[in-house]
């Protein structure tokens, strides 16, 4: 199978790329290589993933049109998993037009190349941050997601509604995937696991939001490219007896689906610091401040559907987590 995998020097997607190889899988892996956090990173996660002789990998920008388009015409996907987006909720606020460019235009230019090359499915990633001001939990795909608090979420569930619309008039199998909090090994710099890692071992001060009181469905890394990774044989179906009336959201009579991907219990703030001073035998120094912009006070996933989907549950619990998380970080930056 001829895979596309977009964002391949990023966090998920490096590490999507080295599984699909393992699988026997011929990977093409696209980036723009841009400096939002430590180009450096972004190098060593594709020094890693290069040595296998089934991946090359492509500098292509999202939002560049033509390039896109020439590269669906001439590689000719099987399937796509695109994962390539501006992140992040609070940079989302200050620099808009990032997210613009490579969430709306970039998500436009592979649904159009998925259109052009009539690829079997497209698996591409959403984000929890879609539930917004939602305060029912679990967050389940069947929920409403029509308010949210930052420009990032709403870029995201705008890729959910892009997507449904080329399902509905192409008949392009299309996925969405809602991830809660990813964290491990080769982690964001920009994300909170990695910043307390950091800053600890480097005796710094821990900005703590809300005062702790805080909730999030930490996921590890290997569980979410095990989903990943199977899901993507899950290729949606028309469905002409589904009626908005009565169907959930997260299906459609168009051959159209959305999953939360996430490890369904979610983990206090506290407690998640807690298992990184035990893993670092450091205390914190800690700033407790109030909650900030675009920020949610839970985030929990019901991911039932997933499971019945795929077969598959999240087996890394949070301290075996942390442990390769603080393993690697010491290793990496020696």
């Known amino acids: 199978m001829k895979y596309l995998v977009t964002g391949v020097a990023g966090f998920i997607g490096s590490q999507v790329v080295a599984r699909l190889c393992v699988l026997g899988h011929q990977v ?11 180009v450096n990173l972004k190098l060593a996660r594709l020094e890693k993933i290069n040595p296998f002789t089934t991946f090359q990998f492509l500098e292509i920008d999202l939002a560049d049109r033509d390039g896109i388009a020439t590269l669906f015409k001439e590689q000719q996907f099987d399937k796509v ?26 998500h436009l230019n592979v649904l159009e190349g998925c259109r052009n090359a009539k690829v079997k499915h497209l698996v591409y ?28 979420a709403a870029t995201k569930k705008s890729n959910e509604l892009m997507a ?35 800053n600890i071992l480097e005796g710094e001060t821990i900005d703590i939001n809300n005062n702790g009181d805080m909730w999030r469905d930490f996921t590890y890394i290997d569980d979410i490219v095990e989903g990943v990774i199977r899901i993507a044989d899950v290729i949606p179906k028309r469905d002409d007896s589904w009626k908005v009336e009565e169907g959930c959201p997260a299906s459609s009579s168009a051959p159209y689906s959305i999953y939360n991907i996430g490890h369904g219990s979610p983990i206090n703030l ?3 610091i807690e298992a990184i ?40 619990g949070v ?10 970080y010491k290793d990496f930056y020696k």
């Not at 980036?31 to 939002?36: C, F, V």
């Not at 409403?144 to 608090?149: A, C, F």
């Not at 299309?174 to 910043?195: H, N, S």
Request: charged share 20%.
């Open 164 to 198: 449904h619309s080329y399902s509905h008039l192409y008949n392009i199998p299309t996925t969405g995937l809602r991830f809660f909090t990813v964290y491990g090994p080769w982690g964001r710099p920009d994300m909170a696991p990695y910043i307390f890692t950091k």
């Open 277 to 316: 001073e035990a893993e670092l035998g450091i205390e914190a120094k800690k700033n407790f401040r109030g909650m900030q912009a675009g920020d949610v006070y839970q985030t929990y996933a019901d991911t039932q559907d997933l499971f019945e989907a795929t077969g598959y549950k999240p087996q890394v």
């Open 125 to 152: 990633a959403s984000s929890s941050s879609v539930y917004g001001l939602n305060n029912k939990v679990p967050f389940a795909t069947s929920d409403t997601v029509d308010h949210p608090i930052s420009l990032y």
């Open 81 to 106: 998993i695109h994962l390539a987006a501006q992140a992040g909720v609070r940079y989302s606020i200050e620099n808009p037009m990032a997210y613009a460019d490579s969430n709306l235009v970039g």
């Open 319 to 328: 301290s075996e987590g942390v442990a390769k998380l603080v393993n690697w």
């Open 270 to 272: 506290m407690k998640f």
């Open 28 to 38: 093409i892996g696209i980036d723009n290589l841009n400096d939002y956090y430590d």
